[in-house]
């Protein structure tokens, strides 16, 4: 029988293995004047599963500051955030962290 | 309007008014739902199908396209139940007007009365300046639409306010 043997891994390859699990991509939340403060920390502890006091310091951060990063995850677990808080009616956005 | 839980349901008692007004916005939710994310209000699209997360994240054409299916999906999964909240307010009867939520569904139905308050927000251009008006004498100022959407967001507001309170240690 024939063998074959594994291609080897390029540098590409690698690249985006690590890439991917890599805790580099920020969950962004922004301020909006409609949402109910509660509702935002009662979100915020639904989908990311913060204890209320941590849920409530980071919806006065978006409060008074106009944004909050509530992650900094790999980019799969940061779009299912994504996701999961847009559905609630969020305003979020992702975006690399920088190094 | 009363709320209180028992056991595993939420209780809402309304006045005939207030029974009125859930059942139009609920109606209109029904309607908004069951529309495709083309079809719906741009203003209102804006807010529930924002693709300016899935821009900035550097997504394909595809992956955003699929990205707003999948969010149109998930207020389409609410239509069954607000449905059979529907079915309940529009029972005819001689008050007081009851709806019967079940715990496990009142999260959802929390959702999509805030869903509404986006929706009346995004389509009668109300943004912070109105959202801040306290007074009766400022709040006459605007036009009557904005009015009438700003006492509607307030009522929807009350409903949220109880349901989080009933809802506290289900998170």
């Known amino acids: ?99 | 309007m009363i709320a209180k839980r028992e056991n595993d349901t939420v209780v809402f008692i309304f006045s005939g008014l207030e029974r009125k007004v859930l059942e139009r916005i609920i109606l209109s939710l029904l309607e908004s739902y069951k529309l495709s994310p083309e079809q719906i209000d741009r203003k209102v699209a804006a807010v529930w199908y924002s693709t300016r997360g899935s821009e900035k994240a550097g997504m394909s054409a595809d992956e955003t396209a699929d990205w707003v299916k999948q969010l149109h999906g998930v207020r389409t999964g609410r239509i069954e139940f607000l449905q059979k909240c529907l079915t309940q307010l529009t029972r005819r009867n001689q008050g007081p007007f009851s709806l019967t939520v079940p715990v496990q569904n009142a999260e959802g139905l929390m959702t999509a009365l805030n869903d509404h308050r986006l929706l009346l927000a995004a389509h009668h251009d109300i943004g912070e300046t109105e959202m801040a008006l306290r007074s009766f004498a400022a709040m006459s100022k605007l036009p009557p639409d904005q009015q009438a959407a700003l006492c509607e967001i307030e009522f929807l507001a009350y409903i949220i306010d109880e349901l989080l309170q009933l809802l506290q240690g289900s998170a």
């Open chain 1, 1 to 99: 029988m024939e063998t074959e043997t594994l291609p080897e891994i390029t540098e590409d390859t690698k690249e985006r293995v690590e890439n991917a699990f890599e805790k580099n991509w920020n969950v962004i939340v922004w301020n909006d004047p409609v949402n109910l403060m509660n509702y935002v920390v009662f979100v915020f502890m639904k989908v990311l599963a913060f204890p209320k006091e941590k849920a409530t310091k980071h919806m006065l951060e978006v409060h008074h500051q106009g944004k909050s990063c509530v992650a900094t995850e790999t980019r799969e677990k940061a779009e299912l955030y994504h996701q999961q808080l847009q559905g609630f009616g969020l305003n979020v956005t992702i975006e690399r962290a920088e190094s």
